[in-house]
């Protein structure tokens, strides 16, 4: 089940928002090395004190098993300020209609408790409500940074990607940036492909979004 | 997909705006989208002098007045739950949550805002955050059906019209307003009349990034479309 939490509201679901730090810092810091800050286990970063939008892939026992964290690009992104170097000479994004992902992360433990396609069907999902997000809020584009292993992952699960630069080395990891369409016809394709017959953000995804806070 | 009263609009609107008439412009919206009232409100603009908030409204003075005289902020799902939102607020999903809020809605129709509602929030790079409203009397139904067009319109009038109040009060922060290389290919072959599609052809792109381009270099050129955007840019001698 997917559930959105308005990083404004996270200390109503202090559990949950926990929960995703750590599993933040498990994959980028301990998985994927990415030069992050870890304290107690917990990875957070400027970007959270910004009142972000949360989605969180929860199990059967509500335990976070994916996540991403979205921002507006007219105001500060990773993009702007940390990843510039990703993007092509001169190119600023700033659109209302653009939207940054980041801390996109699958827990791959319990995503295989699931069963042998656990993983890809929790990519599935993540990368499903990312565009389902963008296509209910108006949104053209969903940028966001990923490493060349990530762009695998997505490729293979059908999703439409495309290269914003060719990769860089920050620190020791290729990272890249990288565009999707937010649209009637990418959103249908990545269901086909992964046999899903319906959305993840559903009416009462936002209901509980909105009546939460 | 754009509406189309945005397109019909696009040449009205701004020139409405050059002549710093906001609140004309936000009737005019609400005029041609069929909408009962629009509303701006900016908070934390980066004023010098005050830390009053920007108000720029449709609405009735007397609606107004009872708003600020029965500190309706308060409680105003709009304010308290949506500014500090990423996604659109649809009132749908707050208007009944408790009888306090449910008769701040009774009482706000009574004024003649509408009951169904949308609200954008804004954020801009400083810290600068805005709500732009809109609401209609349509019935649930009608509403879930021109939702979808209001999403993507009124994102884009929404951070025009905050652009516009910013630019009003000497306070829009001009930040790196050139177009990359890119921008400008893309613009090129839009001026030529080429479509995204055709364009991607010939700059071996997909179209899913020239359209993310001209979007980009839009925002820049600070135009509602892309045929507004190749206007002012060939006015720029970028093109």
């Not at chain 1, 860089?168 to 249908?188: Q, R």
């Not at chain 2, 949308?118 to 509403?143: C, K, Q």
């Amino acid at each position: 089940m997917m559930v959105l939490i308005q990083g404004s509201e996270a200390d109503k679901h202090s559990q949950l928002i926990d929960a995703m730090h750590r599993l933040r810092a498990k994959v980028f810091g301990d998985r994927l090395g990415w030069a992050v800050t870890v304290v107690d286990g917990r990875e957070r970063d400027k970007f959270d004190d910004l009142n972000p939008l949360y989605a969180l892939s929860l199990d059967a026992a509500d335990r976070v098993v994916g996540t991403f964290r979205l921002l507006q690009t007219t105001g500060p992104t990773m993009l702007g300020e940390v990843f510039s170097a990703c993007l092509p000479p001169g190119l600023v994004i700033r659109s209302p209609i653009i939207w940054e992902s980041t801390r996109f992360c699958v827990d791959t433990e319990l995503a295989r408790e699931r069963g042998e396609r656990g993983l890809s069907e929790v990519t599935a999902e993540l990368l499903s409500s990312l565009l389902e997000i963008g296509l209910y809020a108006g949104l053209s584009h969903i940028v966001t940074v990923i490493d060349v292993r990530m762009e695998r992952i997505l490729r293979r699960a059908g999703c439409p990607i495309e290269r914003l630069a060719e990769p860089v080395k920050i620190g020791d990891v290729p990272t890249l940036a990288i565009l999707m369409e937010c649209s009637d016809e990418t959103v249908a394709h990545l269901h086909q492909r992964n046999g899903l017959s319906e959305g993840f953000i559903r009416p009462e995804t936002i209901m509980r979004l909105h009546q939460a806070a | 997909m754009l509406g189309r009263v945005f397109y019909d609009l696009v040449d009205e609107i701004d020139k409405v705006l050059q002549e710093h008439k906001g609140s004309e412009f936000l009737a005019t919206l609400a005029q041609r989208y069929g909408l009962s009232h629009v509303a701006y409100l900016g908070i934390n603009l980066p004023k010098q002098d005050d830390k009053e908030a920007y108000i720029t409204t449709t609405y009735s003075d007397k609606w107004v007045r009872r708003y600020v005289s029965q500190h309706y902020v308060r409680i105003d799902p709009v304010i308290q739950v949506g500014l500090q939102g990423l996604l659109p607020l649809d009132w749908q999903t707050v208007r009944d949550s408790n009888p306090a809020i449910k008769r701040f809605f009774g009482e706000a129709g009574e004024f003649g805002v509408g009951r169904q509602g949308l609200s954008f929030p804004i954020r801009g790079l400083h810290g600068e955050t805005a709500m732009f409203s809109i609401n209609s009397h349509v019935s649930d139904a009608e509403w879930r059906k021109v939702k979808k067009e209001f999403m993507r319109d009124f994102q884009i009038l929404a951070y025009h019209f905050h652009t516009h109040v910013l630019e009003e009060i000497g306070k829009l922060d001009e930040g790196p307003r050139q177009l990359s290389p890119r921008e400008i290919e893309c613009l090129k072959w839009a001026a030529a009349g080429k479509s995204a599609w055709e364009t991607s052809r010939i700059l071996g792109i997909s179209s899913c990034t020239v359209e993310f381009y001209l979007e980009a270099a839009r925002v820049k050129l600070n135009a509602v479309n892309k045929v507004q955007a190749v206007a002012k840019a060939v006015r720029k001698h970028i093109l």
